[in-house]
């Protein structure tokens, strides 16, 4: 009998990964249609923004990065958590494959729902705003919301692996909505007062919103922008590490 090979194994976590979500549809709508609801209610009656094209672009811009953060940190977050609940998860976890085709895995499921959720976002600032994307910016949004993403990824890692199952839902939830107002992706930071967006100023949360914006051509990125992710990212990333060390010390001793 041949041994599967590495690529294998990542499908098969990944459409496992992918065929859970989907057995609960409501996950998918909880994690993607929020954005396109907020877009939908709060963007598009605002006609003084829905009818300029550089706001209402970077309106739309600033939903899809939610988007982007409710993946990382519900899916990943709360996702990683429940699955470390689950007798199967531990079984995966000793096997010879190692946890990355497993991590590759649930990569790709995550963003099969970001596209998921970005699809509504972009049909209804097409339709119902003057929200324009010129074609030489398409891909450096794309690097943006991609370059964006890793630090909401890796705090959503963290998260998983950190918490247990009903701790890790409240925590993302709290971390969700405390970002995303205090990152300004639901009130402009340009009325922020000097003393919260001095602190919006050091949440990734921010840096993501205003590296979207810059990169759909309706702001300007600072280099404290980039600062802020890369720190972001090291802290995620040195967390997620020590919450996977240490889940492993505490389960397969």
């Known amino acids: 009998m041949s041994t599967p090979s590495s690529l294998s194994i990542t499908r098969a976590h990944a459409k496992l990964n992918l065929l859970e979500v989907l057995r609960e549809p409501i996950a998918i709508i909880g994690t993607t249609v929020f954005p396109s609801l907020a877009l939908l209610?709060?963007?598009?009656?605002?006609?003084e923004i829905a009818d300029e094209r550089i706001a209402a672009t970077?309106?739309?811009?600033?939903l899809a990065a939610l988007g982007v953060m409710s993946v990382c940190l519900f899916t990943f977050g709360a996702g990683i958590a429940e699955d470390r609940a689950r007798p199967f998860d531990t079984y995966v976890r000793t096997l010879?494959?190692?946890?990355?085709?497993?991590?590759?895995?649930?990569?790709?499921?995550?963003?099969?729902?970001?596209?998921?959720?970005?699809?509504?976002?972009?049909?209804?600032?097409?339709?119902l705003t003057e929200a324009r994307l010129?074609?030489?910016?398409?891909?450096?949004?794309?690097g943006a919301l991609l370059a964006g993403a890793v630090p909401m990824l890796l705090i959503g890692f963290a998260i998983g692996y950190w918490l247990r199952q009903?701790?890790?839902i409240a925590v993302a939830q709290l971390l969700f909505f405390g970002l995303a107002f205090g990152g300004g992706m639901f009130i402009p930071p340009d009325v922020f007062p000097s003393?919260?967006?001095?602190?919006?100023?050091?949440?990734?949360?921010?840096?993501?919103?205003?590296?979207?914006?810059?990169?759909?051509?309706?702001?300007?990125?600072?280099?404290?922008?980039?600062l802020v992710l890369i720190g972001w990212s090291v802290l995620g990333a040195a967390f997620t590490l020590w919450g996977f060390r240490r889940d492993e010390g505490r389960r397969f001793r």
């Open 41 to 47: 209610f709060f963007v598009v009656p605002q006609r």
């Open 195 to 226: 003393w919260l967006d001095t602190i919006s100023g050091l949440l990734p949360s921010r840096a993501e919103r205003d590296l979207v914006v810059w990169a759909v051509g309706s702001g300007d990125v600072a280099v404290r922008t980039v």
């Open 96 to 127: 010879a494959a190692g946890p990355f085709p497993q991590v590759i895995g649930r990569l790709r499921t995550g963003i099969i729902l970001s596209v998921l959720g970005l699809i509504p976002i972009c049909v209804i600032a097409f339709f």
């Open 166 to 168: 009903k701790s890790a």
């Open 58 to 62: 970077g309106a739309a811009a600033q």
């Open 134 to 142: 010129a074609p030489d910016r398409l891909l450096l949004t794309l």
